[in-house]
Each structure stands twice: as C-alpha cells, then as structure tokens.
C-alpha cells in the first residue's frame, strides 16, 4: 500500500510537471485508457506477462491523469477501489471494458461523481485482475511509472506526444 501511494503521488507530480491541467483534454486521455486496455487484453490472450503487467501499469497510470482532470482526489480514488470486492479476472476484462465506455459516454453529461465511479471501479478491476494473475499491483504500476519518469514531449490537441514522436520542426 505504501508504494501504490507513494505511485500515485510520483505519478500525479509527472502530470502536473507536464501541465495537464492546460494540455490535456478529458476526451483524448479517455481514449488513451482504451488503448492501454486493448494493450492489456493483447497481453492477456497471448499469455505475454512482461505486456500483461506493463499495461496494468499503464492503465493506472492514465487513471490518475482522469482523475485529474476531473479535479478528484487520486489517492481516495484508489484507496476506495480497495473496498471492491475482487472478482474473476474475465469477468473483470468485461466489467473493465463496460466501465471505460460507460466513462467515455458519460463524461460530458454525468456529474463528476459518476465520473469518480467509473474511476474507481476501473482500479478495482485492475487489482482484480492482478490478484487473480498473481501479479502485485503495485509493481505493474512502478513498472509503467519508470518507464515514463524521464519522458519529455507535449500537449498535443489534448494528447501527450513523447518527444521523439514529435514532428520535426
């Protein structure tokens, strides 16, 4: 639990230093959440462990980026998706994959609570998921927070581009 909450708050230091707040845009950083869980299921179904716990990771780390720029706490969001009962991990791939959707089809119209739900939910089933593949979850999400820990790049039409992805200019 330690190192989850200290993550979160490394994790959420890395958004602020990259000026989310003004760069990114809630509709992009939403699709970006998807990717990372396409990227989680290709993980999954190809029994690649490294993938399967890198976009774990991932995926914590877009949610503390929502989080954000929702203007909700990080840190309750995932202290409360420790209170969620784990489940399967397939019934976890399909509640994961209904509770993005429902966040992408909501965030303009619900309030900002139903927009915290979702969040929590989609920790909760990310630790689920982890339990049931014996993985720590914590170390899925140091893995993805190292890997971006240096990153350098910009705000894009809402999207971060790492810096050698980047269109000359």
Known sequence: MELEHELVTLTKKWFVDRDL??????????L???????????GYL????????????????????LALLIKEDVHSIFKIADGVRPREAMECFKLL??????FQL??????KEMCKHNLVRAV???????KALNYDFADCF???YNEIKDRKGKW??????????????
């Open 142 to 144: 140091e893995v993805a």
């Open 106 to 111: 909501s965030q303009d119209l619900a309030s």
């Open 97 to 102: 994959n209904a509770n993005i959707s429902e």
């Open 21 to 30: 707040e003004n760069g990114g845009r809630l509709d992009k950083q939403a």
């Open 46 to 65: 190809k029994q690649n462990e490294k993938l399967t716990k890198d976009s774990i990771g991932d995926c914590a780390v877009v949610i503390v980026g």
């Open 156 to 169: 894009i039409d809402g999207s971060f581009v790492k810096e050698e992805d980047l269109p000359n200019e």
């Open 124 to 130: 909760a089933y990310l630790k689920s998921i982890s």
């Open 32 to 42: 970006k959440l998807s990717e990372e869980f396409g990227e989680l299921c290709a």
